[in-house]
């Protein structure tokens, strides 16, 4: 990166040189230093994506694969998947409409039996890992359904919870302007939409599922939309 920095100069740095100062206009607002030029790597995009969302009803073993999945490996590389986020579904809140309303990756069929997974158990939240496997256009189908089923050995979502499609990399890449199209067509789109991030030590994120996805959140009426819910790498 080139800044300009507090003290009226330009500065080249990097991970490695004026490691500081790169770390800090990163993230800084604006306050350390103000960027002029970056150099970034890119690469060739994707062709297609498969596109997988995993049910869980277990808070415990649904954070503990997220977990795994951004993991390094002992090489320091990264498993196959490109993008993984989580979701969390309140079953008071309507779950089916909630499901539903996901992008419409969840067809009616999906969710009634998520909401019968959800009765089964006498679960108050369900929980969604949202994963993608991007692939190259001469891929066949056999080698992607392979690179996912092994992929999703380890992992341990409900059994039969696992539901794909495979798309092409940009439709994954513009997946939330259909709702926001929705939400336009239902005039809620130009409203003020306040949203709340938290950083939750992993030591404590259990704490968390209980007292407010399956505590406060229960039985507040006053909030609405999704719930993320992902791992973060302090290393990144």
């Known amino acids: ?77 990264h498993g196959p998947w490109s993008y993984v986020e989580g979701a969390v579904y309140l ?13 419409g990756f969840f067809s009616d069929a999906d969710a009634a039996r998520v909401v019968a997974l959800a009765a089964a158990r006498n679960a108050t939240a369900v929980y969604s890992i949202e994963a993608t496997l991007n692939y190259a256009a001469n891929a066949t189908p056999s080698s992607v359904d392979a690179a996912v089923a092994a992929a999703l050995g380890d992992l341990h979502f409900e059994e039969g ?25 239902a005039g809620l789109w130009r409203v003020p939409h306040p949203w709340l991030n938290l950083f939750v030590p992993g030591s404590r994120i259990a704490d968390f599922d209980r007292g407010v996805f399956k505590g406060i959140l229960q039985t507040a009426t006053d909030i609405a939309g999704p719930l993320i819910i992902y791992p973060v790498n302090k290393s990144k």
């Open 91 to 103: 079953a008071g809140r309507g779950l089916a409409v909630a499901l539903k309303s996901s992008g």
């Open 161 to 185: 919870f696992s539901f794909s499609r495979d798309v092409t990399y940009e439709e994954f890449l513009d997946r939330v302007y259909g709702e926001e199209e929705a939400l336009e067509k």
């Open 1 to 77: 990166l080139g800044a300009h920095a507090g003290h009226g100069e330009t500065v080249t740095c990097s991970k490695a040189v004026n490691s500081d100062l790169f770390d800090a206009v990163l993230g800084g607002l604006g306050q350390f230093g103000v960027i002029t030029r970056a150099r970034v790597a890119v690469e060739p995009a994707p062709a297609r994506a498969r596109w997988v969302r995993l049910v869980y009803a277990d808070f415990a073993a649904f954070s503990a694969d997220q977990e795994r999945l951004v993991a390094a490996r002992p090489d320091g590389s």
